[in-house]
Nanobody, 121 residues
Framework: QVQLVESGGGLVQPGGSLRLSCAASGSIFSISTMGWYRQAPGKQRELAATLTTGGSTNYADSVKGRFTISRDNAKNTVYLQMNSLKPEDTAVYYC???????????????WGQGTQVTVSS
């Protein structure tokens, strides 16, 4: 079992920056991939960034060059540094973790509670 708690959201001006944090607890040793997803009002949830245990990253085209996903293993925390924020970045941001079950290829997927990011003047 993995628990994820996001923090760091808030209201920022266009062009500003925020750093989101996601603290993981539980069976964190088995996590293979962590990521950040976002859901804007009236829209479907979409991937923003992912990070594998091996260090590979993946970003949505809309955030490339502006967002950076990273982690601090000592703190069991993954971060999303968001720079040059745009109004279209406004969304609830959710932390995600994928964990092998240890039985075949089956996996568990966990989600945090979400944190609101609003970019507006």
């Amino acid at each position: 079992q993995v628990q994820l708690v996001e923090s760091g959201g808030g209201l920022v001006q266009p062009g500003g920056s925020l750093r989101l944090s996601c603290a993981a607890s539980g069976s964190i040793f088995s996590i293979s991939t962590m990521g950040w997803y976002r859901q804007a009002p009236g829209k479907q949830r979409e991937l923003a960034a992912t990070l594998t245990t091996g260090g590979s990253t993946n970003y949505a085209d809309s955030v490339k060059g502006r967002f950076t996903i990273s982690r601090d293993n000592a703190k069991n925390t993954v971060y999303l540094q968001m720079n040059s924020l745009k109004p279209e970045d406004t969304a609830v941001y959710y932390c995600n973790a994928v964990q092998p079950t240890g039985r075949g290829t089956y996996t568990y997927t966990y989600w945090g509670q979400g944190t609101q990011v609003t970019v507006s003047s």
